[in-house]
C-alpha cells in the first residue's frame, strides 16, 4: 500500500516538473541604446507582474525567470529613453536597442524646488541648480563655500574679526539685506534664507556639516515665482538640497577620503618688530620726563633695559604661538544597490575640521540610512539620519590678545618656563591655553523622513511626507581657578574660594512637519499642464537651560560637581519656544506648444507667532515666458539657438524672528513672596495685529545661448519689504519703554549676469575647456523707518558725543555707528568729513554740515561718506578637461564699495603705544613736527578718534578662491582588472590669495586660513 502510495507521489511530482518546464522559462539578453552603448541599471518588468523583475548589471546583461512565458509581455526601461514591450513566445534571448525620448530627455533637465520637479525649459521662475560635481569642484571645505563661489546672488559676508573660524557659522544674503535686528528679535540672522533638505525644512548648521559627497545638487530659489510656495519663510530665499539616492543594480561600494591642511593667512598685518616697536615708544614720549629728573632716570634705564633685549636678538612673533598648520580628514563610506521593487543605501561619514588656532576643531560623524520600495503602483521611501558634532574653541582665546603683544617681551626665562606676567603688568596669553580650560560645544541629531507615491492614474499621482527632527545640544565652558582671571584675588580674600567656574547649557529641539500633495499632469496636443496642490502642518518646539558654578580650586577639577556652589545672586536660566503653523499651497505650470509659459503659485499660512487679528497671510506669484526658440520665424536664423524671455510678480514673507513676540509675557517673582504666594511681572505687551514682514518682488530675465558655444543668463529685480518687524516707543507712564510693531520699509534692486563659454571642444581626445563669469549689482534704500529707530540713532549719538565714557564706551566711540535713516542705505558708512590733519597743531581739522571746519567732533555733523556694499561683485575662471585629466580655477571680485578701515582706527590712531605693539604705519604717518604734512594724528595725542572720513577708503578686491585638479585612473589596464571600477585622485586649493586697495587687518579675533584638500574617491 505505502510502496503504490510512494508510487503515486513520484508520478505526481514527475507531472508537475514537466509542466514547471513548459510553463516557466529563463529569458536573458542584453541592453544597449541605438548606439550600441550598453545600459547598466535598465530596467525590465514582466507586464502585469510587478514581482518578476531584474536589472541589468554593469555590462547591460540581464536574466529573468519567467513563470509563465505563454502571452508573457517584457517591459524595458531606462531613464530618458522610450520604454519598450516585447512578447517573449518562445524566445530566451532577447537583445533590446531603446532609442531617445525627447520629451523624456527634456523631463530630465528639471528644477527641483524641495515640494515638487518643474521641467525647466517652461519653468519662468529665477532658479539655478548646480550639480554635486559642480560643488566639489569648486570648493572641499563646505557646500556652502562652494555657492559662494559659483553665484553671484549668494553672497558671504566677511567679518574682520572671525576670519577662518570653523565653529563660526557663515552669514549668508540672497539679494540684499530687507531686515533690521537691533535686539536680538530674530532667531537666526534676520537675512538668512531659508534651507530645504530632501523637501523638509533644516539648519543652517546641518549644510555646513553634512558631508559634500552626500549632495546631487542644490538649487537657489531666488524670485516670487520660484519660491513663494515656501510663502512666510521665503522672503530671504530658499536653497534646496537634494542627496544622492540609492540606484538600482548590483552592491555598489564607494569610498571617499580626504585630508585637509589648514594654513594661517597673516598677510593682511603689518606689526612692528622688536626694535621699529621700541622707536615707537620714544617718538611717543615713553621714556621722557622733563619734570622730574628721577622719574627720567628711571625711564632711560627701563629703555636701555629693552634697548639691550633687541641687541640680544630677542623679537617674539606671538602671532606664531597660538597657530599651527591643522590637519584634518574626512571619510566617507556607502553602499547602495537594488532592483525595481526595493532600492537602499547606507552612509558612514566622519569629518575632522582642524582651525588653524591650536585646540580649534569641530568634528562630526554622520550615519544614513534610506529605503525605497516600489509594489505596483505604490512608492515608499524612508531616510533616517543620524548626526553627531562636537565644536570645541581655542584655549588660546581671541587671536587679538596674542598680536598685540610687545615683540621685545621674551616668551620663556633663561630657564625655559614660561612667562606668567610683564612689567606693565601684562599677563602671557600663552599661560591661560596651558591650563585644563574648556570651551566645548555638541548636538546630536536625528532625522527621520518619510515619503509615500501612489501613482493613481498616469497623470494623476498622490504624495504624503512626514519629517522628524529631534535635537539635543549642549555646551561646557570651564575657566579654573588658576586663571589670570583671578591672579589679583588673594588667599585671605573671602572671594578666594569662589575662583574658577564652570558653565554648562543643555538645549532640546523637536520638529515635526507633514504634508498630503496631489499632482495632476495633463498633455493635450500642444497644451502641457503641470499643477499641484498641498497641504501641510508644522510644531516646532524648543527649551534650553544654563547655570554657573564657581569654586573650582584645580584645573584638573573640571567636573561640575566639583564647584562648591552658585555665586551669589545668580540663578539658572532658559527659556522656550513653541511655533505651530499650517499651509495651503496650490501651483500651476502651464505651456503651449513649449513656447508660451505660464507658472502662478498661491500659499495661505497660518502661524502662531503672529498677533489673534493677523494669523493668516496670504503668499502668491505669477510668472510668465516665452521660448522665442521654438518660433518658426525664429529657428531661420542661425545665430541664436535658445532664448527664453521671463518675468515675475509676487509676495512672499518672512517669519524667523521669536516666538512669542505678539503675545502678553509673564515671569514669575521667584525671590519674594506674599502670604506665602509667588507673584508674576509681565514682560511685554501682546500686539495681536503683529504680521508677517511681507516682501513684493518683481523681477524679469532671459536665458540665452549663441552658437551652442556662449549661454547667459540674465536676472534684475526689485523687491521692496514692508511690516518690518522693530519696536516702537512707548510713553514711560505706560510701564514699558517699547513693544513690537510692523513698521518701516526697505527696498533692494539690482541684477545678475552669469555668462559661460565653450572655448574648445575635441570629442577624439575628450578635451573640452570652458570660461565663465559672473556678475551681480545690489542697491539697498530704506523707505521708512519707526520712532524706535530714530531713537536708536539718538541712542547711538549720545555715547559718541559722551568725552567721560569708560575705556568700554571709548571703544563702542571709535567705531562706526549702524544708522537708519530714511532714503539711505542700511550698509551706509556714517562719519563726520574729516579735512585732514593741521599741519601745524597735528590735531583733525573737521568739516560741519555748513561746510565751515572745526577741531571739535560732533555727531550731528556725521552723514554718509561711503557704503560697504560693493557696487559690483561676482566670480570668473575656467573648467576644462583633457581625457582623464580636469582641473577648475576660480576667481572672485568686488568693487566700488568703501571700507572704514578699522586697523587704522585701533592699531594706528588710538593705540596705546606705550603697552601694546603697532602697525608700522605709526612709524612713518603720524605727525611729529609742526610743519609736517601727515595722515595721522600726532603720536602723543592719546584722544578718541570717533569716526571720521579718513578712515573710510575705497575697498576693491580680487580673491584667487579655488583651484582643484583631478585625475581619473578607471580606465588604466590594471585597475579594470581588479575589483575597482573607479578611481580618482584630485587635489583642491581654497582661498589661496587676495588683492586688495585697502591695508587692513582681516581675522583679528580669529585669523584667516588657505586649506589644501587631497581626496582620493573609489567605487567598486
Known sequence: MNRKLWKILLLLLLFTEAVWAQTSIVVTGKITDTKGEVLPGANVVMKGNTSVACVSDMDGHYAITIPDAKDAILVYSFVGMTSQEVKIGKSKVINVALKEDAVQLNNVEVIGNGMFMRRSETFTGAATTYSGDQLRLNGSMNAIQSLKNLDPSFIINESAELGSDPNT????????????????????????????????????????????????????????????????????????????????????????????????DLNSYNLCNASEKLQAEVLAGKYTNTANAYD?????????????????????????????????????????????????????????????????????????????????????????????????????????????????????????????????????????????????????????????????????????????????????????????????????????????????????????????????NLQLKKHQLFSNAQYSIEESTSNNQTFTAIGFPSDRMDFISFGNGYETGSKPSGSESTVRSVGVIGAVNYSYDDRYLADVSYRLNASSQFGSHNKWGHFWSVGTGWNLHHEEWFKKQQVVTYLKIRGSVGRTGSQNFNSYQALSTYSYITDKTYNGDMGVIQMALANPNLRWQYQLEKSVGFDITIMKYL??????????????????????????????ENLG??????????????????????????????????????????????????????????????????????????????????????????????????????????????????????VVCGDAQPTFQGNFGSSARWGNLDANISFAYKFGGQTYNSTLVEKVENVDVNNWNVDRRVLTERWNTPGQVAKYKSIKDTSTTKPTSRFVEDFNELAFSVISVGYDFSSFPLIQKSPLNYLKLSATMNDIGRLSTVKKEWGTSYPRARQFSFTLSARF
Open 169 to 264: 557659522m557663515p552669514d549668508i544674503q540672497i539679494r540684499g539685506q530687507s531686515s533690521i535686528d537691533l535686539r536680538g528679535d530674530y532667531e537666526t540672522a534676520p537675512n538668512q534664507p531659508l534651507f530645504i533638505l530632501n523637501g523638509f525644512e533644516t539648519s543652517l548648521e546641518k549644510i555646513v556639516d553634512m558631508d559634500m559627497n552626500l549632495i546631487a545638487s542644490i538649487t537657489i530659489l531666488k524670485d516670487a515665482a520660484a519660491k513663494a510656495i515656501y510663502g512666510s519663510k521665503a522672503a530671504n530665499g530658499v536653497v534646496v538640497v537634494e542627496t544622492v539616492q540609492p540606484k538600482s543594480g548590483s552592491l555598489r561600494v564607494s569610498y571617499n577620503a580626504s585630508m585637509d591642511l589648514t594654513v594661517p
Open 745 to 862: 520699509e526697505t527696498l533692494n534692486k539690482g541684477f545678475e549676469l552669469s555668462l559661460n563659454y565653450r572655448l574648445l571642444t575635441l570629442p577624439a581626445s575628450r578635451t573640452t575647456v570652458n570660461l565663465f563669469w559672473n556678475i551681480s549689482h545690489n542697491t539697498n534704500k530704506i523707505s521708512k523707518i519707526s520712532n524706535a529707530l530714530r531713537a536708536y540713532n539718538e541712542e547711538q549719538d549720545a555715547i559718541k558725543d559722551d568725552y567721560a565714557g569708560t575705556e568700554e564706551q571709548k571703544s563702542v566711540q571709535r567705531k562706526v555707528s549702524t544708522r537708519y535713516e530714511e532714503g539711505q542705505s542700511m550698509t551706509a558708512i556714517w562719519a563726520v568729513r574729516s579735512a585732514g590733519i593741521d599741519p601745524t597743531t597735528g590735531k583733525e581739522v573737521f568739516i560741519k554740515k555748513d561746510g565751515t571746519t572745526t577741531f571739535e567732533w560732533n555727531s550731528a555733523d556725521q
Open 296 to 520: 627720567q632716570s628711571n625711564l632711560t634705564a627701563a629703555y636701555y633695559e629693552l634697548f639691550n633685549e633687541v641687541a640680544r636678538g630677542v623679537d617674539s612673533y606671538w602671532m606664531s604661538q597660538p597657530l599651527h598648520l591643522g590637519l584634518g580628514q574626512k571619510h566617507s563610506l556607502m553602499v547602495d544597490g537594488g532592483d525595481g521593487a526595493m532600492l537602499y543605501s547606507a552612509n558612514m561619514s566622519y569629518n575632522n575640521v582642524q582651525g588653524v588656532m591650536k585646540g580649534s576643531e569641530r568634528q562630526t560623524i554622520s550615519g544614513n540610512i534610506t529605503l525605497s520600495y516600489r509594489v505596483k503602483d505604490f512608492i515608499f521611501r524612508s531616510q533616517l539620519t543620524v548626526d553627531d558634532n562636537v565644536a570645541n574653541n581655542s584655549p588660546y582665546g581671541d587671536f587679538s590678545q596674542h598680536s598685540r603683544m610687545n615683540p621685545y617681551w621674551r616668551i620663556y626665562d633663561a630657564n625655559g618656563q614660561l612667562i606668567k606676567q610683564y612689567s606693565n603688568g601684562t599677563y602671557n596669553p600663552l599661560y591661560d591655553a596651558g591650563l585644563n580650560s574648556k570651551n566645548q560645544s555638541k548636538y546630536t541629531l536625528i532625522t527621520e523622513n518619510f515619503y509615500t507615491e501612489w501613482n493613481v492614474l498616469k497623470q494623476l499621482k498622490l504624495t504624503a511626507r512626514l519629517g522628524i527632527n529631534k535635537r539635543k545640544e549642549g555646551s561646557d565652558v570651564f575657566v579654573p581657578a588658576t586663571s589670570t582671571k583671578y591672579a589679583s584675588i588673594l588667599p585671605s580674600s573671602e572671594e578666594y574660594l569662589k575662583r574658577g567656574s564652570y558653565t554648562q547649557g543643555h538645549g532640546e529641539m523637536l520638529q515635526m512637519s507633514a504634508d498630503v500633495g496631489i499632482n495632476y
Open 711 to 740: 549661454s547667459g543668463r540674465f536676472e534684475y529685480y526689485n523687491n521692496l519689504t514692508e511690516n518690518l518687524l522693530t519696536d516702537v516707543t512707548l510713553a514711560p507712564s505706560s510701564g514699558f519703554s517699547s513693544y513690537k
